[in-house]
């Protein structure tokens, strides 16, 4: 056997040698049955003491990677380590093994104007009331006496949201529905536990939200688009089959059409008929612009066939990682249950300083404002959009903080012109399955008014230019 072995390393030889044998035992360098040299042929290959390779191998025989037969050697043992002939010989530093990784957006190029989709603008958020309300927090923690908190939530964040649910989305909602999660995502991920196992059918719509997509396929679920229409998701294309629905009634991500009343009315009665768990992520229904909106979906909902998601991350910051569940009162056990094994519990000073922002009406104050700001974000640029009526359709936008647009016979490189241009955009292709028509999410939340205007130009221009041209 010709074996090479490198004696680096930090300590005594006998220990440098021990090491390097261990490797060439892990990496599957020496295999079962292998007899290694005799202790003084090897002492005399590597320059060392004959002692110092008895002392290395029957410590290894010792631990049980070797084994002496008497008369013959030396040899390995049969253990069936995990090895693999092709990994390095440093432990830690091969492949390993190879985990499925959910796929959720592609890669996002940050920079020049910021059409980032559904991004709010951090300067814009009341941080003095913010300062004001975890220093009350900080406070009330430290008199705090219990140990372990509430896995659904602190209750004085229950009780606000369910408050706030109910004067700003129609929501009526007890405290005791309401589940405080680290974001929407949470919510999210502790629905589909509960209810989403292998082999299931789980709905989504077609164009939607590849996060959400991406939860209920790594919980071994076979996740089918529903395509959308001009009145939102077409709920009589939802197989029968599916024990989940997601939906975005308020908002279609990413195309913004709210979901008819017909069609709801259409939702839940199937919902009922085929027993399924609706889920509405509501994550940004706050925001709308024109006319009297329709109600959250959940506010129909007789039967608590609905589980509502809620999120913080568009009406403050996406960092504070605040979101809810209006739980249907079947799930309300098991959604404890499983929010217990997850992670015990959420972080509490953040739910004590949002429970003080929304008790002292500030929360409410800053919703109005941005409502405000927000909205004049939009109309500057569905005004500015509407210059360049050969390069694109706006889709209606209604409500939230971003709006589609189609592309108008785009050049067929129009993927490649839109890298250019001097902004941060996506094309609609990331939020589908299948074929994309061309077109862009334009978000407006992080966009001042007043780079609005150029900020369309730069798109229309690298829309319209050859890249190089
Ligand atoms: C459709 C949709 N749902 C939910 C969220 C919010 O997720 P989270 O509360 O986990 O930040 C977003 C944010 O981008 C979203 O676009």
């Known amino acids: 056997m010709r074996l090479h ?124 009331a913010w300062r004001r309300a975890v220093q009350r927090a900080l406070r009330d923690q430290a008199a705090d006496t219990t140990l372990y908190g509430d896995p659904v939530g602190q209750p004085a964040l229950r009780a606000g949201i369910a408050d706030y649910l109910g004067y700003s989305r129609g929501l009526p909602c007890r405290p005791e529905s309401v589940l405080v999660t680290q974001g929407a995502q949470q919510g999210l991920d502790l629905l589909a536990r509960v209810r989403v196992g292998p082999g299931d059918l789980v709905a989504v719509e077609e164009p939607g939200y590849p996060p959400a997509r991406a939860v209920f396929e790594q919980r071994g679920a076979t996740v089918v688009g529903v395509p959308v229409d001009e009145q939102g998701v077409c709920v009589d294309r939802i197989p029968e089959r599916a024990t989940l629905v997601y939906v975005t009634p308020s908002h279609q991500f990413p195309l913004g059409m709210p979901l008819s009343l017909s069609r709801r009315l259409a939702l839940l009665e199937r919902a009922n008929r085929h027993d399924w768990l609706i889920v509405e992520d509501d994550y940004d229904g706050e925001y709308r612009f024109e006319g009297r909106p329709l109600e959250a979906l959940k506010s129909l909902d007789r039967d608590q066939r609905v589980a509502y998601l809620g999120t913080f991350s568009k009406v403050l910051h996406p960092a504070l990682r605040l979101g809810y569940v209006v739980m249907p009162e079947g799930l309300r056990q098991a959604l404890t249950g499983a929010r217990r094994l997850a992670d015990g519990y959420g972080g509490d000073l953040n739910q004590r300083a949002l429970a003080h922002l929304i008790g002292q009406g500030d929360f409410a104050r800053h919703l109005q404002r941005m409502q405000r700001i927000y909205q004049r974000r939009r109309d500057a640029l569905r005004e500015a959009l509407a210059v360049h009526p050969e390069r694109w359709r706006p889709l209606p936008a209604l409500a939230g903080i971003h709006l589609a647009v189609r592309l108008r016979d785009p050049a067929p490189d129009w993927r490649r012109r839109l890298a250019t241009a001097d902004a941060t955009v996506l094309a609609l292709d990331d939020f589908y399955q299948g074929e994309a028509p061309p077109g862009l999410l334009l978000g407006f939340g992080a966009l001042p008014d007043s780079a609005v205007g150029p900020g369309v130009g730069a798109l229309a221009r690298a829309l319209g230019t050859p890249p190089g041209g």
């Not at 290395?56 to 013959?72: M, P, V």
């Not at 910021?114 to 958020?125: K, S």
């Open 5 to 128: 072995l490198t004696l680096d390393g930090d300590g005594p030889r006998r220990d440098r040698l021990y090491r390097a044998l261990r490797r060439a035992l892990l990496d599957g360098r020496l295999v079962a049955d292998e007899r290694l040299p005799p202790s003084r042929a090897l002492a005399a290959e590597l320059g060392l003491g004959r002692q110092t390779v008895v002392e290395a191998y029957e410590r290894l025989i010792a631990e049980g990677f070797l084994a002496a037969r008497t008369g013959s050697g030396t040899f390995v043992a049969r253990l069936n380590l995990p090895v693999s002939r092709e990994s390095g010989p440093t432990a830690g530093a091969g492949p390993g093994p190879h985990w499925r990784t959910p796929a959720t957006w592609g890669e996002v190029r940050l920079g020049g104007y910021n059409f980032a989709g559904g991004v709010t603008d951090p300067a814009l958020l009341p941080w003095p």
